[in-house]
């Protein structure tokens, strides 16, 4: 049973207009939520988090909106660049020292 | 800051070897490491969390016999791939966190290829 849902396997964007990746969730005991971004043959490179306690954070053009009524976050990505084309990873963990539970990445391809 | 360092990058090893993976934290003191495992167009699958100082806690279905985990300080995660067979070939990642932290840093990973 996958708790972490990415149901888009690739998102197509022009360059400059805004990208948006969804992630739905099915365990409510996660209290801390994650996106990476990553490249083939590397790890995974941290953008951004959200606690539970909060349903918005925002660093530079990175915004990640948390629903947790809905059991849905979602990565806002404005303007949109070249070199934001990558696989990203929604994650979600218990807090603290647990692991993360990953979805299955979204496969974000920016046209010029 | 936050650098992992995970070593090697890629191993091929015959089948019956076994095989260790490094990963260090290079510029803050962990806490507590992870290990993943990605198999291609797979996400990435929590294998064992290692604490420093205290013997690994295993996911279900994870051999802990076959994958040895050793955090022997706060800086140094190892994971030994025992009697490696060619269904063992995969992509390992390990991550590692500060303690109190929820973020995790990831090693750019090691693909292992048993033959």
């Known amino acids: 049973d996958q708790q972490v849902k990415q149901n888009s396997p690739s998102l197509s964007v022009q360059e400059g207009r805004i990208s948006i990746l969804n992630c739905d969730y099915t365990n409510s005991m996660f209290d801390y939520f994650l996106w990476y971004k990553k490249y083939p043959a590397e790890g995974p490179t941290f953008l951004i988090s959200i606690s539970s306690i909060k349903d918005k954070n925002e660093d530079g053009r990175f915004t990640v909106f948390l629903n947790k009524s809905a059991k849905h976050l979602s990565l806002h990505i404005v303007p949109s660049q070249p070199g934001d084309s990558a696989v990203y990873f929604c994650?979600?963990?218990?807090?603290?020292?647990?692991?993360?539970?990953f979805g299955k990445g979204t496969h974000l391809i920016i046209q010029p | 800051g936050a650098v992992v360092s995970q070593h090697p990058s890629w191993v091929i090893c015959k089948s019956g070897t076994s095989v260790k993976i490094e990963c260090r934290s290079l510029d803050f003191q962990a806490t507590t490491m992870f290990w993943y495992r990605q198999f291609p167009k797979q996400s990435l699958m929590l294998m064992a969390t290692?604490?420093?100082?205290?013997?690994?806690?295993?996911e279900q279905g994870v051999e802990k016999d076959k994958f040895l985990i050793n955090h022997a300080s706060l800086t140094l995660s190892t994971l030994t791939v025992t009697s490696a067979h060619p269904e063992d070939s995969s992509f390992y990642i390990c991550?590692?966190?500060?303690?109190?932290?929820?973020?995790?840093?990831f090693g750019a990973g090691t693909r292992l290829s048993v033959l």
């Open positions: 290692s604490n420093e100082g205290s013997k690994a806690t295993y």
């Open positions: 994650a979600a963990s218990g807090g603290g020292a647990d692991g993360l539970t």
């Open positions: 991550s590692a966190s500060e303690r109190g932290q929820g973020i995790q840093y």
